[in-house]
């Protein structure tokens, strides 16, 4: 199961699904989007609700494919005290100030300009409104109470869980509690149906409940939609299985291409408002969307990770330093998105010139920030991204 420390095709379709995660939050307050957001402008409004749809299908569940791709290969290298020890502090230190820093000042933010209320002093919302130390006020007006959460920060949060689960898990099978199998899957046609349609139903079932954007702590601290958990699950079984038997570097070119071109007719249908989003609940409608949006995640997923290997399986220095800095920027790129977006607010510009601008610049000066900031100073290393500053490169682990 060893891997080089870099794959150039997953190096860079990191980048990609990075840009994609920008792309969605540059777009949010510009229009079709009914999830909460932090900066509100619907001066000149933009009908990006396709789009935020057909992006929220595929690109965080091949997120967590590919990052779960590293959880059995670092294990392995480490060992299952030193890689949970490593997994603490790569992720639990970004995630906790991220929670306790970043997250609050946002809120704050948001507070003060956008709900309504009498504007208060950091120090008072801290404790008062993010906290909840005062008491839920009558006219509350949401999206929860109190303020505390993990915002963007929640995909790190699971990370984390799936990395502590899985130390669990060798543990037991170390044990001889429980017999490990083997994840036998590979990229076929038939292997593909069956995991889209149990993907599916379960995804319909979930949903007849807790419809798309809904958001519950799970176990009262694990910041879940729950809606998207039968998608973010599977690939990350998948991603764990590509550690072992290398099935994401050997998916046929004909059945990655069919696939690929299967989710892009799926998406196509969504921009030209064939098919509309159903959030959820006991009907038809909900049922087909679910199938609708899993065999597109898995048409997009596995048809993306074909085309990187076949035709992007490359590296520049540029875009080693560009996939380096994809940790860092998921956590930054926030804060960053809604400065832009707030100097935006006046400026009488259409939705989509304003999506464009917030996303380019966003992206940008994320990247910036990052190499020539956080990577730069110890200190803000280990804030934002859980390590010292690397002497060598910093080897892909995330």
């Avoid at 997250?103 to 909840?132: A, V």
Wanted: proline content about 4%; hydrophobic content about 50%.
């Amino acid at each position: 199961m060893n891997r080089p420390s870099r794959i150039d095709f997953i190096d860079n379709l990191k980048i990609f699904l990075s840009l994609t995660v920008i792309a969605h939050h540059a777009g949010q307050p510009y229009g079709g989007s009914d999830g909460f957001w932090y900066v509100k402008d619907q001066l000149m409004p933009a009908n990006l609700g396709p789009f935020f749809g057909v992006n929220a299908g595929f690109n965080m569940s091949l997120y967590f494919l590919i990052s779960a791709f590293f959880i059995p290969v670092v294990f392995q290298k480490r060992g299952g005290a030193a890689y949970l020890k490593d997994r603490l502090r790569r992720l639990g230190i970004p995630l906790l100030v991220g929670f306790f820093v970043m997250i609050p000042f946002m809120m704050f933010f948001y507070y003060n300009h956008f709900r309504g209320y009498e504007t208060m002093s950091f120090f008072d919302y801290y404790l008062k409104i993010y906290f909840g130390l005062s008491g839920e006020p009558s006219d509350w007006t949401g999206p929860s109470w109190p303020d505390l959460n993990f915002g963007h920060l929640w995909f790190i949060e699971h990370l984390l869980i799936y990395s502590v689960l899985y130390v669990l898990w060798k543990q037991i099978v170390k044990k001889g509690i429980i017999r490990e199998g083997k994840i036998q899957f590979t990229a076929s046609h038939a292997s593909i149906l069956s995991l889209v349609f149990l993907a599916a139903i379960a995804t319909f079932i979930i949903r007849i409940w807790y419809p798309i954007d809904h958001w519950i702590g799970l176990f009262g601290f694990v910041q879940t939609e729950l809606a998207h958990i039968p998608q973010y699950v599977t690939f990350v079984i998948l991603g764990i299985g590509a550690a072992k038997n290398g099935w994401i570097r050997n998916i046929p070119k004909q059945v990655g291409k069919t696939w690929f071109g299967i989710g892009c007719i799926l998406a196509i249908l969504r921009f030209a408002g064939v098919v509309h989003s159903t959030d959820g609940g006991m009907s038809g409608a909900s049922l087909f969307y679910s199938f609708y949006e899993t065999i597109l995640c898995f048409g997009l997923g596995i048809g993306l990770l074909e085309l990187f290997n076949r035709k992007l399986n490359i590296s520049s220095s540029f875009s080693k330093k560009l996939a380096g800095n994809t940790f860092t920027v998921y956590i930054i790129h926030m804060p960053v998105l809604m400065v832009l977006q707030y100097c935006l607010i006046k400026v009488p510009l259409s939705g989509y010139i304003k999506f464009g601008i917030v996303f380019v610049l966003g992206t940008i000066l994320g990247h910036l920030i990052s190499f020539f900031v956080i990577r730069r100073i110890n200190f803000l290393s280990i804030l934002f991204t859980g390590v010292d500053i690397p002497k060598k490169t910093i080897k892909q682990t995330v």
